[in-house]
């Protein structure tokens, strides 16, 4: 059975830093292109960014460039993002999610993926 869990959500004030992880079960990681999505208070779920299966590359939206890292641990059966200088903006729920087909150019956008995890909560407020 195919599962997704993030953990490490929370309350930050801006320009504080979090951490997500994504465990998956059930299927070996390093088949696999992972990405994290976000949905905020009354917007669309957004891509965040990708990484591919050995980590070597990623692509990321741009308002997080520079301030978002994605990687992975496939040996952990786990995937990461690191988030500083958090701006109000960034609230929203996170998921996690695993690509099945597409151009990982293309991967910031919602086609292409099968599972996704329950989600994670992150909230940047003063």
């Known amino acids: 059975q195919v599962q997704l869990v993030e953990s490490g959500g929370g309350s930050v004030q801006p320009g504080g830093s979090l951490s997500l992880s994504c465990v998956a079960s059930?299927?070996?990681?390093?088949?696999?292109?992972m990405a994290w999505f976000r949905q905020g208070p009354g917007k669309e779920r957004e891509g965040v960014g990708c990484?591919?299966?050995?980590?070597?590359?990623?692509n990321m939206r741009d308002s997080v460039k520079g301030r978002f890292t994605i990687s992975r641990d496939n040996t952990k059966n786990t995937m990461y993002l690191q988030m500083r200088s958090l701006v109000p903006e960034d609230t929203a729920v996170y998921f996690c999610?695993?690509?099945?087909?597409?151009?990982?150019?293309?991967?910031?956008?919602?086609?292409?993926?099968?599972?996704w995890g329950q989600g994670a909560h992150v909230t940047v407020s003063s």
């Open positions: 059930g299927f070996p990681l390093e088949h696999y292109v």
């Open positions: 990484i591919s299966t050995y980590g070597s590359t990623t």
């Open positions: 999610a695993r690509r099945i087909r597409g151009p990982f150019s293309e991967c910031l956008t919602s086609d292409g993926y099968d599972h």
